[in-house]
């Protein structure tokens, strides 16, 4: 079975200021890696993927993820944010394997202020 | 192009009460998905359904029921709602092709049951 693990329920940043959001998942097979955005009544949109290759992967908006398999994790970068990036940011893991869905973590509610 | 629309946007439900939510996308998309979202605990899959005439049971799939007659629609129906089901019910979508997980939200459906 998968699992997903974000870190941190909230973090409150000040605008322009770099922003980390963690990600840890477990998986007995090999995964490919989301990060999902939600804007405040809307649904979800995607941000970014690893598939495979490169490590790092650049997103919409600015954001950068880096895969690291010996540590499980696949932590979300910004090195500069803005008050729209305020959102909730979600994990998400679905094992390589056909027939299967994509699992979430809890989410992560990043709030920037002036 | 609308791509995934989900009614009612809002409803407030006697417990009891049979309710059905409606989910249709214009994409062509194989895959579809209901996932339920509650505060603290990020989206959690329903039922999902690979392709048409095919269901699957997800996470949490107690007190719910859907059915894929064709490619386009996907409703989910709670038979006798409880408060517990009380939450935001999301849609989703995806080609469903290689797997790569990418899928596409409805704007959600808030359903209050009391």
């Known amino acids: 079975a998968q699992s997903v693990t974000q870190l941190d329920s909230q973090v409150p940043v000040f605008e322009e200021a770099p922003v980390e959001l963690r990600c840890n998942y477990s998986s007995s097979v090999s995964v490919y890696l989301f990060w999902y955005v939600q804007y405040p009544n809307q649904g979800l949109q995607l941000l970014l993927k690893y598939l495979s290759g490169s490590t790092l992967v650049k997103g919409i908006n600015g954001f950068e993820a880096e895969f690291n398999k010996s540590q499980t994790s696949f932590h979300l970068r910004k090195p500069s944010v803005h008050i729209s990036d305020t959102a909730e940011y979600f994990c998400?893991?679905?094992?390589?394997?056909?027939?299967?869905?994509?699992?979430f973590g809890k989410g992560t509610t990043l709030s920037v202020s002036s | 192009i609308a791509g995934i629309t989900q009614a009612p946007t809002s409803q407030i439900l006697a417990a009891g009460r049979r309710m059905t939510l409606r989910c249709t996308q214009d994409m062509r998309h194989n895959a579809m998905y209901w996932y339920r979202q509650d505060l603290g605990l990020g989206l959690r899959l329903i039922h999902y359904s690979n392709t048409a005439g095919t269901t699957g049971k997800g996470e949490v799939p107690d007190g719910y029921s859907v059915s894929r007659a064709n490619t386009d629609d996907f409703p989910l129906t709670l038979a006798s709602a409880v408060p517990s089901q009380t939450s935001v019910y999301f849609c989703?979508?995806?080609?469903?092709?290689?797997?790569?997980?990418?899928?596409?939200f409805g704007e959600g459906s808030r359903l209050t049951v009391l």
């Open positions: 998400a893991v679905i094992p390589n394997q056909a027939g299967t869905a994509l699992i």
């Open positions: 989703a979508s995806s080609s469903g092709q290689g797997n790569t997980g990418e899928l596409f």
